[in-house]
């Protein structure tokens, strides 16, 4: 049982190319979350879902595409990568209810 | 401008001490707020949290204190184990299901 799983782990990628970091999970959660981690500036959030076809900006969005047509799947799409998206990228899931976020393992990005 | 914050980047202690991880928030509206683990290479895992109705939260070895009049919240760990070294992060929960990240604060404790 995975839980959450996210691929791929690493990816490197030149400035310009489109980009899609894949995150599944298996519980059913209705809300989805996609952050990324930076030093200086903790985790921040990029883009979220309540559910299947209902997405939502986070604080930072630019740049960064996001869809969400199965409860289960939640792609980030950076349409034309850019070097100051490298980064660390975590998805995470919430149940909705009195529950924490639960985080995926991430992917390291690099844009060169 | 930081809404959460972790002015502590780093922090060192000896196996067995304890840890005192801060965190300050600007808001006087958050009233949940959370404690997450970071180990290198894996994502975040929760830790503890607490309500802004209670000041203390105890879970075995660590215990989260709220002072909403300073609007500060701190992570005890007692005694520190060296399985605690990794990045700790404080979030609060300002509306449901989100959460707003303090920048970490690295904890090494040292056999």
């Known amino acids: 049982d995975a839980g959450i799983t996210q691929s791929p782990r690493y990816k490197i990628t030149e400035t310009g190319r489109q980009v899609t970091l894949m995150c599944h999970q298996t519980?059913?959660?209705?809300?989805m979350f996609w952050y990324r981690q930076d030093l200086g500036h903790g985790l921040r959030l990029i883009y979220y879902s309540a559910a299947a076809d209902i997405t939502d900006k986070g604080e930072v969005p630019d740049g960064y595409v996001v869809s969400r047509s199965k409860t289960e799947n939640f792609p980030l799409t950076l349409e034309s990568a850019t070097r100051s998206q490298t980064s660390v990228y975590f998805c995470?899931?919430?149940?909705?209810?009195?529950?924490?976020?639960?985080f995926g393992p991430g992917t390291r990005l690099t844009v060169l | 401008d930081q809404q959460v914050k972790q002015n502590s980047p780093s922090l060192s202690v000896q196996e067995g001490r304890i840890s005192i991880l801060n965190c300050d928030y600007t808001n006087s509206m958050f009233d949940y707020f959370l404690w997450y683990k970071k180990y290198p290479a894996e994502g975040p895992t929760f830790l503890i949290s607490i309500s802004s109705i209670k000041d203390k939260n105890e879970d075995g070895r660590f215990t989260v204190f709220l002072n909403k009049s300073a609007k500060h919240l701190s992570l005890h760990i007692v005694p520190s184990q060296p399985g605690d070294s990794a990045v700790y992060f404080c979030?609060?929960?300002?509306?449901?299901?989100?959460?707003?990240f303090g920048t970490g604060t690295l904890l090494a404790v040292q056999p």
């Open positions: 519980w059913s959660h209705s809300y």
């Open positions: 995470a899931t919430h149940s909705g209810g009195a529950d924490t976020q639960y």
């Open positions: 979030a609060a929960n300002p509306t449901s299901n989100k959460l707003i």
